[in-house]
């Protein structure tokens, strides 16, 4: 079955400081990962997304992500914060089916001036 | 390019009564999801349209859930004899033909009294 974890409920940071947001995967074939963030009373937001291909992917406002096999972890990295950046983030596996997709229970980031 | 309106944004009932909510994907966006997001969770997958077929279902839609596409385009998502449970984020999203990224709603927040 096709699963997300993400660890780490709540993370904050300060401004200019590295963001990690950790997401480790099950899935029975080589999997489609996605990362998305959402903020308050809005729909959801693609940041990147790994099908095949090069691990490293490069997504929006400066954020990217390694798809590391070994130990089936796509973390979601940004250099430095931004205090936009305050938001909840998602990381998900597309399914077996190719037409199901399974979310991790979201990382609430907090950005500290 | 409008993106995935839905409409209403914010509904209030009592318990037992039907609500259904309106999903306008973007155009040409053959792939249509709807997915339920409590608090503190992520999103869960509720069903699957390709075109005006409703190609998958979750085990998570009781019979009380009834989604149509009848002409391929806008969505509709009913819930009969709603209960307290049913109170949650009701997400729509689209997709082009043969891609894996999703493009999320704003959601219909549903209230059940």
């Known amino acids: 079955a096709q699963s997300v974890t993400q660890l780490g409920s709540h993370v904050s940071v300060s401004e200019g400081a590295l963001v990690l947001l950790r997401c480790n995967y099950s899935?029975?074939?080589?999997?489609?990962l996605f990362w998305y963030v959402q903020y308050p009373n809005q729909g959801l937001q693609l940041l990147l997304k790994?099908?095949?291909?090069?691990?490293l992917v490069k997504g929006i406002n400066g954020f990217e992500a390694e798809f590391k096999k070994s130990e089936t972890s796509f973390h979601l990295t940004k250099p430095s914060a931004h205090m936009s950046d305050a938001a909840e983030y998602f990381c998900a596996v597309r399914g077996l089916s190719g037409n199901q997709f399974y979310f991790g229970t979201g990382t609430s980031l907090t950005v500290i001036p | 390019d409008t993106g995935v309106s839905q409409n209403p944004r914010h509904k209030i009932t009592k318990r037992g009564q039907n609500v259904t909510f309106r999903c306008d994907p973007i155009s040409e966006h053959n792939r249509l999801y709807w997915y339920r997001q409590t608090l503190g969770q992520g999103p869960e997958f509720l069903t699957y349209f390709q075109n005006e077929a409703q190609l998958e279902k979750s085990r998570l839609l009781s019979d009380r859930f009834s989604a149509e596409r009848p002409k391929g385009s806008f969505s509709t998502l009913e819930i009969q004899r709603t209960e307290q449970g049913d109170s949650a984020m009701y997400l729509c999203?689209?997709?082009?033909?043969?891609?894996?990224?999703?493009?999320f709603g704003p959601g219909t927040r549903l209230l059940v009294l």
């Open positions: 790994y099908t095949t291909g090069a691990t």
């Open positions: 999203a689209s997709s082009p033909p043969a891609s894996g990224t999703q493009y």
């Open positions: 899935s029975s074939v080589p999997p489609y």
